[in-house]
Nanobody, 122 residues
Framework: VQLQASGGGLVQAGGSLRLSCAAS????????VAWFRQAPGKEREFVVF????????YYADSVKGRFTISRDNAKNTVYLQMNSLKPEDMAVYYC????????????????WGQGTQVTVSS
C-alpha cells in the first residue's frame, strides 16, 4: 500500500492550492480517508475526513468553509482544495487511510502518505 501526496507549494495569503493523494494497493472507496497537517514545533492536527461512501465529511473548525475534500474513484485519488489560505495553514500536509470508522484521531489511521509542504506567505 502506498499513498502519494502532492500539490504543495508556496502561495500568498488569500491564495489557493489543491493537494492530491493518489493510492496504490488500496481503494479509497473502501477506506475512510483523511488529511492531517503538522506545523514546525506543533503536534499533528486533524484537518478533514471523508467516509468510505464519500457522502460524509467532517472538517476541523479551523478550515471549515475554506477547505474542501473530494474523491475521484476512477483515479483512486483524493483531493484537498484549499482556498483563502492563511499563514497559520502553513504545514506539512499528510493524507491517511483506515478501514476503521471515521475519526479525527490520527492514531487510528493505518496508512500514511509522505507529506507535502504548504507554505503561505503573509
Amino acid at each position: 500500500v502506498q499513498l502519494q501526496a502532492s500539490g504543495g507549494g508556496l502561495v500568498q495569503a488569500g491564495g489557493s492550492l489543491r493537494l492530491s493523494c493518489a493510492a496504490s494497493g488500496l481503494s479509497f472507496s473502501t477506506y475512510t480517508v483523511a488529511w492531517f497537517r503538522q506545523a514546525p514545533g506543533k503536534e499533528r492536527e486533524f484537518v478533514v475526513f471523508m467516509t468510505r461512501s464519500g457522502s460524509g465529511t467532517y472538517y476541523a473548525d479551523s478550515v471549515k468553509g475554506r477547505f474542501t475534500i473530494s474523491r475521484d474513484n476512477a483515479k483512486n485519488t483524493v483531493y484537498l482544495q484549499m482556498n483563502s489560505l492563511k499563514p497559520e495553514d502553513m504545514a506539512v500536509y499528510y493524507c491517511a487511510a483506515t478501514k476503521r470508522a471515521p475519526s479525527a484521531n490520527g492514531r487510528l489511521y493505518d496508512y500514511w502518505g509522505q507529506g507535502t509542504q504548504v507554505t503561505v506567505s503573509s
